[in-house]
C-alpha cells in the first residue's frame, strides 16, 4: 500500500490504474479510524479492484472555535488499518496542497444545507462539498463510500453529483455502534469517562425513536418530543437539535408520511456528537 502527499501524484497513479481498466473506490475521510471507517473501506475493496483512502483534516468545514487543532490525527495506525483492509493508497496532502496560496474557489449548495448541522455550522457544508468535489476530481472514483451516520453529509454529496453532473456513484453505508449502542466517532476519544457513559443518551432516544415510528405512530412533533426527553434527562447533554427532517430534502416535516431522517445533535461536556436513524420506506 501506498502513502501518496500530493494531487499530481494521485492523478498518476489513478491515470495507470484507469489504462489497465481497474475499477477504483474512494473512502474520503478525516483520519483517525476506526470500525465505521473499516466498514466503509471493507465494502469498498470487495466492489472495486483499487482503493483509495483520503486521510485529510479539512480546514474549510470547520468554523471559528472548533476543533481543527484538536482533532485526533494517528496516520501510522490509519495505514496499519488501511492495509489490513486492503486499500492501494492512502492519499494524505497537506493543507498547502489542496488550497494553495490565493485558493478563491468553493462549491456551495442551498436548501439542504440550511437545516440541522446548517444551522449551527454555517459554513461546513460549503467545505465539504469543496473538499469532496476537490477529491473527486483528483481521484476520479466509480464509486465513493460514506457512512449514514453523517446522514445530512450524505445527502448533500449525492444532491451535488447531481447538480453537477459528476460521474461517480455514491454510495451510504450503515451506522457501526459500540457494544454498548454509542456511534463510532473519532470525536468519542474527547470524552470523559462519565461523558462517555453520558453519551448514550443519543442512541437510547434512537432507538426509542424507532421503535415509536415501528408501532405505527405518524406525528413527527410526538417522535421528536419522546427523543427530546429522553436526552433532557440527562445532566451533561446539552441538545444542539432534535428534528424530523424529510429525507430528501432536509426541511422539517410535520406528519411522517414520506420517506425520513431522525436526527440528533448534542453536546456532552464539549464534545458535540450526531446520531440518527432514518426510514426510506413509509
Known sequence: MKIIETVGD???????????????????????????????????????????????????????????????????????????CGAAVIFHPTPAEMYPEGYCTFVDMDILTKELCGLSRPTHFRGVCTVVSKLFHIVQPDMAYFGEKDAQQLAVIKRMVSDLNMDVQIVGCPIVREADGLAKSSRNTYLSLEERKAALVLSKSIFAGKKMVESGEKSADKLVNLMKSIIEKEPLAKIDYVKVVDLMTMQQITVLDRPFLAAVAVYIGKTRLIDNFMVQEV
Open 10 to 84: 494521485m492523478r498518476a497513479q489513478v491515470k495507470v490504474w484507469k489504462k489497465e481498466g481497474y475499477r477504483v473506490g474512494l473512502v474520503p475521510t478525516m483520519g483517525y479510524l476506526h470500525e465505521g471507517h473499516q466498514s466503509l473501506i471493507k465494502r469498498a475493496c470487495r466492489e472495486n479492484d483499487k482503493v483509495v483512502v483520503s486521510v485529510f483534516v479539512n480546514p474549510t468545514q470547520f468554523g471559528p472555535n472548533e476543533d481543527l487543532e484538536s482533532y485526533p490525527r494517528d496516520l501510522e495506525h490509519d495505514a496499519a488499518l488501511c492495509q489490513q
